[in-house]
C-alpha cells in the first residue's frame, strides 16, 4: 500500500501517512499559496491508501493555519469520519499549543460537526 511523506517547510506541515503501520500524521504550519498542493494529495491517499486503514489514531498538531487551509483540513476530516461512519476504529488526536486558545477552539469546533471521536492534547 501507499506511503505518503512530505517535510515540513515554513509554510507546510510534515505529512506523514502509512495504511500498512496505521500512521497518519499532519503537524506544523499551514499557510501555503497553494493549499491544494499540500491538501490534494492527502485527500487522494485517503480515496486509496486510507481506505486499508482499519484503526488509527490519526495525530493533528498545527502551529499555524490559514483560512483556505482551515477548509482543506474539514475536507480531509470529514473524509476519515466516513471512514470511521464506515465502523473503522479511527480517532483524532488533535494537539495544540497549551497557550493557543485559538487552535483548541477550531479542534473543538470540529469535533461538534463530526462523528469522529477527538482527543485533545496540549502541548508545551
Known amino acids: 500500500m501507499g506511503y505518503l511523506k512530505f ?14 503501520l496505521s500512521i497518519f500524521q499532519i503537524q506544523g504550519n499551514s499557510t501555503p499559496e497553494d493549499v491544494n498542493m499540500v491538501y490534494k494529495p492527502i ?4 480515496d ?8 488509527c489514531q490519526c495525530k493533528l498538531f ?6 483556505s487551509s482551515h477548509h482543506m483540513v474539514y475536507n480531509v476530516l470529514k ?9 473503522r ?8 499549543e497549551n497557550i493557543d486558545d485559538d487552535m ?11 462523528e469522529i471521536p477527538f482527543e485533545f492534547s496540549p502541548r508545551n
Open 62 to 67: 498545527f502551529r499555524y493555519l490559514s483560512t
Open 79 to 87: 473524509k476519515l469520519d466516513g471512514l470511521y461512519n464506515q465502523g
Open 43 to 46: 485527500t487522494d491517499w485517503l
Open 104 to 114: 483548541l477552539r477550531l479542534g473543538l469546533d470540529f469535533a461538534s460537526i463530526l
Open 48 to 55: 486509496s491508501d486510507g481506505l486499508h486503514l482499519d484503526h
Open 7 to 20: 517535510d515540513a517547510t515554513e509554510d507546510r506541515p510534515e505529512v506523514l501517512m502509512d495504511a500498512d
Open 89 to 96: 476504529q479511527i480517532s483524532i488526536e488533535w494537539a495544540y
